[in-house]
């Protein structure tokens, strides 16, 4: 019965595996990394939250000093 459970519980994890990190990955990137910073400057407002991005996309030694 344990391996029955096993063979079933993989047949259920890999493609579940597969789907999400395949497919539902990339769409959840593509929706919550435009909607979280576009969140960053309803809270900051427009001139804070654009410097608060680049800040955060600036390598290091090369971001501008407020």
Known sequence: MN????VIGYGLFIPF???YSY????LLKAILL???ILMLWI???P?????ALTKAFA???KAKKV
């Not at 391996?3 to 096993?6: E, H, L, P």
């Not at 497919?23 to 990339?26: E, Q, V």
């Not at 001139?47 to 410097?51: A, F, I, P, Q, T």
Request: hydrophobic share 40%; net charge positive.
């Open 23 to 26: 497919m539902l990955g990339p």
């Open 34 to 36: 435009p909607g979280g």
């Open 59 to 61: 390598t290091k030694g």
């Open 3 to 6: 391996f029955i459970k096993q």
């Open 17 to 19: 595996i597969i789907f």
């Open 43 to 45: 809270i900051l407002g």
């Open 47 to 51: 001139k804070e939250g654009y410097l």
